[in-house]
């Protein structure tokens, strides 16, 4: 009987063990659907970001003519973005500006995002063409409200995105240093433009490396090339203008140091445009631009460019101050700026512009 009785305990308490072998052994598989379906969440969750402006803007006479503007309040920019995967390796990005004057101006960023390089991103759609620093940055990230002569002009083609294929990203080269390449082959009609108007594709590039060589210093350097072809619209006139392709080359060099106590930038671009392409008949440009921020421990201080472009003798200088380093919630810039070209110069522009993002 005793016997029996071992017997029997010890079934039981084998049993038991089996038991409690089997329920760690569900919890198991129970964590880890938990943890495949939280990182599948992950990767399906949608993202939504964007950005408001909103601005004063006055003119004062500068060239002593008693005509100046009408001073007003718009919306400088109206962005909303969503952003997301919807697998591993395939993602998307819309972006819309609904404040735009025009239909096709609504749409901003739009495309399929394909992770199959490491570190690298290829882009399928509409997206910002890579050519120097500040074209590449986005207006609420900028210390000046309004962007250089260089950028609006050498540094983009007719407008600052266009429809086509990217390749972005960045590989670790050491704990420091990290290099950074992007590349677009796109349609070079202009963002929104669906039918391809000109004869070549366009091809624009930036490479460059960055180093943060202490917790307070980053710096930034690259170069910057592009060619294609564009025809600028059609001009009702009158007289009305036919449009004409224009071949074009770009090249350029930026460089840019962030420290804690300013922010220190330096872009300069050169290109040829032929006109009519094919003719032979080629004119050269070139424009540059230096921009310096101080920093204080208020997140505040004063800001100072000078840009130039050698196209109608066209230079500017801005002087103002910001509250909110790029990258803030909360950012408020006022600044003053004073034109001149080969006509003289024009009435100087004082804007003032608060930014909140989200």
């Given at each position: 009987?005793?016997?029996?009785?071992?017997?029997?305990?010890?079934?039981?308490?084998?049993?038991?063990?089996?038991?409690?072998?089997?329920?760690?052994?569900?919890?198991?598989?129970?964590?880890?659907?938990?943890?495949?379906?939280?990182?599948?969440?992950?990767?399906?969750?949608?993202?939504?970001?964007?950005?408001?402006?909103?601005?004063?803007?006055?003119?004062?006479?500068?060239?002593?003519?008693?005509?100046?503007?009408?001073?007003?309040?718009?919306?400088?920019?109206?962005?909303?973005?969503?952003?997301?995967?919807?697998?591993?390796?395939?993602?998307?990005?819309?972006?819309?500006?609904?404040?735009?004057?025009?239909?096709?101006?609504?749409m901003r960023d739009a495309y399929i995002s394909l992770h199959l390089i490491p570190g690298h991103q290829i882009r399928l759609g509409q997206q910002k063409t890579p050519?120097?620093?500040?074209?590449?940055?986005?207006?609420?990230?900028?210390?000046?409200?309004?962007?250089?002569?260089?950028?609006?002009?050498?540094?983009?083609?007719?407008?600052?995105?266009?429809?086509?294929?990217?390749?972005?990203?960045?590989?670790?080269?050491?704990?420091?240093?990290?290099?950074?390449?992007?590349?677009?082959?796109?349609?070079?009609?202009?963002?929104?433009?669906?039918?391809?108007?000109?004869?070549?594709?366009?091809?624009?590039?930036?490479?460059?490396?960055?180093?943060?060589?202490?917790?307070?210093?980053?710096?930034?350097?690259?170069?910057?090339?592009?060619?294609?072809?564009?025809?600028?619209?059609?001009?009702?006139?009158?007289?009305?203008?036919?449009?004409?392709?224009?071949?074009?080359?770009?090249?350029?060099?930026?460089?840019?140091?962030?420290?804690?106590?300013?922010?220190?930038?330096?872009?300069?671009?050169?290109?040829?445009?032929e006109a009519p392409a094919e003719s032979g008949m080629s004119e050269s440009s070139m424009a540059y631009s230096i921009t310096l921020a101080g920093k204080t421990p208020?997140?505040?201080?004063?800001?100072?460019?000078?840009?130039?472009?050698?196209?109608?003798?066209?230079?500017?200088?801005?002087?103002?101050?910001?509250?909110?380093?790029?990258?803030?919630?909360?950012?408020?810039?006022?600044?003053?700026?004073?034109?001149?070209?080969?006509?003289?110069?024009?009435?100087?522009?004082?804007?003032?512009?608060?930014?909140?993002?989200?």
């Amino acid at each position: 009987m005793r016997r029996l009785i071992l017997v029997l305990v010890a079934l039981l308490f084998a049993g038991g063990a089996a038991f409690a072998e089997t329920d760690e052994r569900r919890d198991e598989r129970e964590d880890e659907k938990k943890a495949k379906k939280k990182a599948k969440n992950k990767r399906h969750k949608v993202k939504v970001s964007g950005g408001l402006t909103a601005l004063y803007k006055l003119r004062i006479d500068g060239n002593d003519d008693g005509v100046v503007e009408p001073d007003f309040f718009r919306l400088g920019k109206v962005v909303v973005r969503v952003k997301g995967r919807v697998e591993e390796r395939v993602g998307y990005t819309v972006e819309i500006d609904p404040r735009s004057p025009t239909l096709a101006g609504v749409m901003r960023d739009a495309y399929i995002s394909l992770h199959l390089i490491p570190g690298h991103q290829i882009r399928l759609g509409q997206q910002k063409t890579p050519f120097g620093y500040e074209n590449w940055q986005s207006t609420v990230e900028l210390y000046t409200i309004t962007r250089s002569e260089l950028s609006e002009g050498l540094g983009r083609g007719l407008t600052h995105r266009d429809i086509g294929i990217g390749l972005v990203g960045k590989v670790q080269i050491n704990d420091c240093w990290r290099f950074e390449d992007a590349i677009a082959v796109v349609n070079g009609a202009g963002f929104g433009v669906q039918a391809d108007t000109t004869e070549l594709k366009n091809v624009w590039a930036r490479a460059g490396v960055r180093g943060e060589l202490r917790e307070d210093l980053v710096i930034h350097a690259g170069l910057s090339g592009a060619i294609g072809d564009q025809k600028e619209p059609d001009d009702p006139g009158p007289p009305p203008v036919p449009a004409e392709r224009v071949k074009f080359r770009r090249v350029g060099a930026d460089l840019e140091v962030d420290h804690r106590w300013v922010f220190f930038s330096a872009e300069y671009a050169m290109g040829s445009d032929e006109a009519p392409a094919e003719s032979g008949m080629s004119e050269s440009s070139m424009a540059y631009s230096i921009t310096l921020a101080g920093k204080t421990p208020w997140h505040a201080g004063p800001v100072i460019r000078y840009d130039a472009a050698d196209l109608e003798e066209f230079s500017r200088i801005t002087v103002g101050g910001y509250w909110g380093e790029p990258g803030a919630r909360v950012r408020a810039i006022a600044h003053y700026e004073r034109f001149e070209d080969e006509a003289g110069v024009h009435d100087g522009r004082l804007t003032a512009v608060g930014i909140v993002v989200f």
